[in-house]
């Protein structure tokens, strides 16, 4: 018996990271996955993987911040596997350049808003009415810790867009909780994927980080999947609009542990 047994999911961003983990992790505990991004090769190569260790899975080129590939998306997990339940809005970037509010370019919240605010906005739109045929389902949301605590290494675009993913999880949240749709927000602190690896090249960027989180140590792909599982399965059912923060401990701390 898995924990999404009859279940169809949709994962965006799954061709990489916490994404991919999820839709592996997913399509074992029996749910059918649509996973989808903008990086196809890697996509259809998540989705082969699962179908060859007996899952069902199936890519769908989709960019989060176009309103019509979400509606896509949607259409492609109800015409191939017949309604969706569970809608995994976890596509989201952290861009090179997104620095202080003093020096961030305007191009840079342009893209910062589209894909993590508006992708998260249009997966709800198109998802939500398909969730509703279907008889209900759950919504998780992508946040992070950085919607909850402030850094002096600053990337102001992306906190921004994360605090605005939690709000708007919670008023979904209360818009549809009597409708049988639950809406959560999931909230990693620093997980080791490609996204954060690109920041943490640095050594001196790496340890002033790893000082501030009292595990010692980033968080892996498969403990937000777990958590992500948790979610969407019907464990999680009297959650909804919540915020579940998965941080080794940061959003609790004052001072972390010495040795
Ligand atoms: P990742 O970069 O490994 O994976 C993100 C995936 O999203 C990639 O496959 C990428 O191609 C895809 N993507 C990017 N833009 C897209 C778009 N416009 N449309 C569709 N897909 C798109 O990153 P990850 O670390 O697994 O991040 C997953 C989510 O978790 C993101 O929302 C990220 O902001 C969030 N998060 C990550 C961390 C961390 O430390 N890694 C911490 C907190 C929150």
């Not at 989705?47 to 998306?73: K, L, N, Q, T």
């Not at 993590?116 to 949301?141: E, Q």
């Not at 999880?169 to 620093?190: Q, S």
């Not at 001196?204 to 140590?217: D, E, L, N």
Request: aromatic residues 6%; proline residues 3%; contains cysteine.
């Amino acid at each position: 018996m898995g924990r999404l047994d009859g279940k169809v999911a949709l994962i965006t961003g799954g061709a990489s990271g916490m994404g991919m983990v999820a839709s592996r992790l997913f399509a074992a505990e029996g749910a059918r996955v649509v996973l989808t991004d903008v990086a196809d090769e890697a996509g259809e190569r998540v989705a082969a993987e699962i179908r060859d260790a007996g899952g069902e899975a199936h890519y769908v080129h989709a960019d989060v911040s176009v309103e019509a590939d979400a509606a896509g998306m949607v259409r492609a997990a109800v015409e191939r596997f017949g309604g969706l339940h569970v809608l995994y809005n976890n596509a989201g970037v952290m861009l090179p350049d997104d620095g202080s509010v003093t020096t961030t370019d305007e191009a840079i919240w342009d893209r910062t808003l589209a894909i993590n605010v508006k992708g998260v906005a249009f997966g709800c739109k198109h998802g939500i009415p398909a969730m509703l045929d279907s008889g209900g389902g759950s919504i998780i949301n992508v946040a992070s810790f950085v919607a909850w605590m402030g850094a002096a290494t600053s990337q102001t675009a992306y906190t921004a867009s994360k605090g605005a993913v939690l709000s708007m999880t919670r008023e979904i949240a209360v818009e549809y909780a009597r409708k049988g749709i639950r809406c959560n927000a999931l909230c990693p602190g620093p997980i080791e994927t490609p996204l954060l690896m690109q920041l943490l090249a640095d050594e001196a960027a790496r340890q002033r980080r790893f000082v501030h989180i009292p595990m010692g140590r980033l968080g892996r792909a498969e403990e937000l999947a777990r958590a992500a599982l948790f979610l969407a399965s019907d464990d999680s059912s009297f959650m909804t609009g919540a915020s579940l923060i998965v941080d080794g401990g940061i959003t609790a701390a004052y001072v972390t542990p010495l040795d």
